[in-house]
């Protein structure tokens, strides 16, 4: 029986042993011995079969204990005692001294239901009320830590993440009671990102619900060129959701399934199956077995939501509040700048970052994108959209490359001043750990994504001097520059194909790259020049120049390349 055909069934009838807390109490220190079994069994309802396997009857005293643990999770406080109450009676009808092999299993449950008992009647005057499933609130000395911290060198950390929270827990808050899951769980991303949609861990779990890339997938979550809704505060609240509610599935526990959240359920399972039997008990028996960040996570959690809950008796002033964000969406079929909509709106370009903080460089897809701006500005987007500039988004410029035995995509990377993640996309590598001698790759060239002048717009360029480095080819470096290797060894009279470090040849720059973007014009990089020089030369932000020219922060640029910068 699992949690669903429980909840579907009658009340429980127990046995008598769950008539009231102080019998429990009183009953749950005795539950030991074989000697009271026999007495015990002949008290059973005589209509009741006896299971003729020992390990079947466990078997069904453990569903029984899978059913209280759900019943609890709900707040159903009168099954969850039912059906341990069920469970007992059932362990009392297994005769160990017939298998001795049993014994330990049966003591296991015993103290397992004794124990819940227990823990069920205290529990009863420590939830929160009011919720599809309660989130124990509990008090120990791992959440008092938690709080000192929030009250001192965290207090900062907290006002900020709440002052945030405003802006988007009133439809997060929608989001969970439509899946009638506890409320409180509103809370998980203040402890998660600090309500920071744009939140980006050493792990590389981004957004509101630190999804990672893989789980984010999973739960339907785009991700690609234009779009990340791991940033998405609306779909990422719903795939979170998702994800709560089958790991609730698989854990029971809210405490457990929180844990779970933050290492994954396959870490928190390997540290179950340590225990002698099924995992039926709480969050606290596991917490010195998980790992330091995650067993710190849940007392955290609990710890925030004391504070919120009963911000007076923490010394926490809880008023300042961002107003929630509300907005309409319109359908862009065609890829513009937010900045270009900001301008024809007349809205700072701020505004439509925040309420689209998925688009990765501020640019809608090429497909249909559900733009949202703030309510009432709709009607006045669609009148103006046709007149809006559509955004030819620079073509990046690739190379080629042979692998040749020994070579790893980490060398071709550092090689090529590329990303391994960049060279796995082209190719449509789904691991980094394996490619194969003669395998032809194609290697996105980061800075040469940059497009050089047109025919008639100055003419062609000039050779420059390079002094070549470490990793350098005539064939990279024609890729480089638009050039060919033939014109580099005309160029400097060259024999052969080989180069040397330190040695200083002649590069002219190619001509034949696609038109410049409307707006824009060449500039060709001299010495010394690095992408913020250059941005602020030409009145430009840094991300706008980067983006711009198909570059990263951690790109290089050349002497004698051409690279475009706003015209005005």
């Not at 791991?230 to 809210?254: C, N, P, V």
């Not at 703030?374 to 690739?398: F, M, N, V, W």
Request: net charge positive.
């Amino acid at each position: 029986m699992d949690g669903k055909t429980a909840r579907g069934s009658t009340a429980l009838v127990g046995s008598g042993l769950a008539q009231d807390s102080d019998a429990i109490v009183e009953n749950a220190a005795d539950l030991n011995g074989d000697d009271r079994d026999a007495a015990s069994r002949a008290a059973l309802p005589s209509g009741r079969k006896k299971a003729k396997e020992p390990q079947q009857i466990l078997d069904e005293a453990l569903e029984f204990c899978r059913a209280s643990q759900d019943f609890w999770g709900q707040g159903d406080f009168e099954n969850a005692i039912a059906s341990l109450d069920e469970a007992y009676s059932l362990i009392l009808q297994v005769d160990t001294s017939e298998d001795p092999k049993f014994v330990q299993q049966k003591e296991d449950i015993r103290f397992m239901i004794s124990k819940r008992m227990l823990e069920i009647y205290a529990s009863q005057h420590t939830v929160v009320n009011g919720n599809h499933d309660a989130i124990p609130m509990v008090m120990n000395g791992h959440i008092e830590k938690e709080i000192k911290l929030f009250k001192g060198p965290e207090k900062e950390f907290f006002l900020r993440a709440f002052r945030r929270s405003g802006g988007y827990r009133p439809a997060i808050l929608t989001a969970l009671a439509e899946a009638g899951v506890p409320k409180e769980l509103s809370w998980l991303p203040l402890i998660e990102s600090g309500f920071n949609v744009k939140a980006l861990s050493r792990a590389r779990a981004l957004g509101l619900w630190q999804f990672i890339p893989s789980t984010g997938y999973k739960f339907g979550l785009t991700r690609d060129q234009w779009i990340d809704e791991r940033m998405d505060a609306h779909k990422s609240t719903l795939a979170a959701i998702a994800y709560l509610q089958e790991l609730h599935k698989i854990f029971g526990d809210w405490c457990t399934v929180l844990a779970a959240y933050n290492c994954g359920e396959a870490r928190v399972l390997k540290v179950i199956r340590t225990q002698n039997i099924q995992y039926l008990d709480n969050f606290w028996d596991l917490y010195e077995k998980l790992p330091w960040e995650t067993a710190r996570y849940v007392p955290r959690f609990l710890a925030a939501l004391h504070i919120i809950n009963d911000p007076d008796r923490f010394g926490f002033d809880l008023r300042d509040l961002d107003p929630p964000l509300v907005y309409e969406s319109v359908t862009v079929s065609k890829q513009v700048r937010l900045k270009d909509i900001a301008k024809a709106l007349d809205v700072p370009g701020k505004q439509l970052e925040m309420l689209n903080p998925e688009l990765r460089y501020e640019v809608t897809p090429p497909t249909p994108y559900q733009l949202k701006v703030l309510k009432g500005q709709s009607g006045e987007l669609i009148a103006k959209l046709d007149g809006i500039p559509a955004y030819t988004p620079p073509r990046r410029h690739y190379a080629y490359h042979r692998v040749r035995p020994g070579q790893t995509l980490s060398q071709l990377a550092s090689r090529y001043h590329t990303s391994i993640r960049a060279i796995m996309v082209a190719n449509n590598l789904r691991s980094s750990n394996y490619i194969r001698a003669g395998q032809n790759l194609k290697i996105p060239m980061k800075g040469s994504g940059s497009i050089d002048t047109r025919a008639g717009e100055g003419g062609s360029l000039k050779p420059f001097r390079y002094r070549v480095k470490r990793g350098d080819s005539l064939w990279l470096l024609a890729q480089r520059h638009d050039t060919n290797i033939q014109d580099i060894m005309n160029l400097n009279d060259l024999k052969s194909a080989h180069l040397h470090i330190g040695q200083e040849i002649l590069i002219r720059p190619g001509t034949h790259g696609v038109g410049l973007e409307l707006g824009t014009k060449a500039y060709k990089v001299k010495r010394g020049d690095s992408p913020y020089h250059i941005a602020v030369k030409h009145n430009m932000k840094l991300k706008r120049f980067l983006s711009l020219n198909d570059l990263t922060p951690r790109s290089k640029i050349y002497p004698g390349q051409v690279l475009r910068v706003d015209a005005n």
